[in-house]
Nanobody
Framework: QVRLVESGGELVQPGGSLRLSCAAS????????MGWYRQTPGNERELVAK????????TVVSSVKGRFTISRDIVKGAIYLDMKNLKPEDSADYFC???????????WGQGTSVTVSP
């Protein structure tokens, strides 16, 4: 089973920036896509951004478009989420996900917490 380890979450002021990282335990080319989801208490986990591992085609949801950028590094076996102009409503637990070609069962990391507050 693939292991995904997120890092980079912390407390940041509104308008600030953060980079989240997700390192995979195996080559990311074994995944159809990788992505970032976020979840707040009492709410469902929602997609923030995803990227294909081969062509690097990225998709971000409208609420973060222009502020968040997803990228991948095949050599390092990682994906990143660069977040700028952060807003309090961006506060959430952020989870890395990967969809393996072999099983097509989405795998999840343990999450990293982002808090945007003065």
């Amino acid at each position: 089973q693939v292991r995904l380890v997120e890092s980079g979450g912390e407390l940041v002021q509104p308008g600030g920036s953060l980079r989240l990282s997700c390192a995979a335990s195996e080559s990311i080319v074994r995944f159809v896509t990788m992505g970032w989801y976020r979840q707040t208490p009492g709410n469902e986990r929602e997609l923030v951004a995803k990227i294909t591992t081969d062509g690097g085609i990225a998709t971000v949801v409208s609420s973060v478009k222009g502020r968040f950028t997803i990228s991948r590094d095949i050599v390092k076996g990682a994906i990143y989420l660069d977040m700028k102009n952060l807003k309090p409503e961006d506060s959430a637990d952020y989870f890395c996900s990967a969809l393996p070609y072999s099983t097509l069962v989405r795998q999840w990391g343990q999450g990293t917490s982002v808090t945007v507050s003065p």
